[in-house]
């Protein structure tokens, strides 16, 4: 019996497929957390770029985690810098190719190319709740950059840390396989960071948006 998975067999993929919402993700409670999936379909912008020019400035390969619909593969490509998406959706990885960005379909936790030698990963648009455990997910960040690379992660507001079991809703309030996911803050990711054997090299904020770089303790 093929089980569901996931951002796979759920509204995701159509969304991606279309580059329309609305989309959410519902907690078991009930309450819910709006998805951009506007914003991820769209050409990148704002906060965006600062990722991307903090890339081309390390002059190395970046690799996208949960690359979603590739806009920031593409944008870092258009600035003459080397990238890979990795997605688990399928129509999250076909989207970023007919950018023409190279991607893969793969967990993070799968093997991958060039373990230990990017020069950069990126983990945005809240997908440092990848897996709903943090310290694991950046434990396995800091095996895929190289020595002296860089993390760059979007981190929520104040000092969010949170856990939940969550579900992709769709427009029509059709529910994907629940999954657990993670929201966190600055101070809490750090903690999260240190415990993974990774330390803050900078932080800003952009557009509403807020974001970490972290390199090897």
């Known amino acids: 019996m093929t089980v569901a998975a996931p951002w796979v067999d759920d509204p995701f993929a159509e969304a991606v497929r279309t580059g329309r919402g609305p989309l959410w993700l519902r907690r078991e409670d009930g309450r819910r957390q709006r998805l951009d999936i506007e914003r991820w379909c769209a050409p990148a912008t704002g906060a965006d770029h600062g990722l991307v020019r903090r890339c081309a400035l390390l002059a190395a390969p970046v690799l996208d985690l949960g690359c979603g619909p590739g806009r ?11 990238a890979l998406g990795v997605d688990v959706t399928g129509a999250a990885v076909a989207r970023t190719v007919a950018l023409g960005g ?38 396995r960040c800091a095996q895929l950059i190289a020595p002296d690379g ?21 427009p029509d309030g059709r529910l994907g396989p629940a999954f657990p996911w993670a929201r966190l803050g600055a101070a809490p990711a750090l903690r999260r960071a240190r415990a993974a054997g990774l330390v803050e090299a900078e932080r800003w904020a952009s557009h509403g948006r807020r974001f970490l770089a972290l390199r090897r303790g």
Request: negative net charge; charged residues 30%.
């Open 102 to 139: 190279p991607a893969l379909r793969r967990s993070v936790f799968d093997r991958l190319p060039a373990e230990g030698r990017w020069g950069a990963a990126l983990l945005a648009d809240g997908n440092l709740g990848i897996g709903g455990d943090p310290e694991a997910l950046l434990r």
């Open 72 to 82: 920031l593969v593409a944008a870092l490509l258009a600035r003459g810098v080397p």
């Open 150 to 170: 860089r993390l760059l992660v979007e981190v929520e507001a104040g000092d969010l840390d949170e856990r939940a079991v969550v579900r992709v809703e769709g």
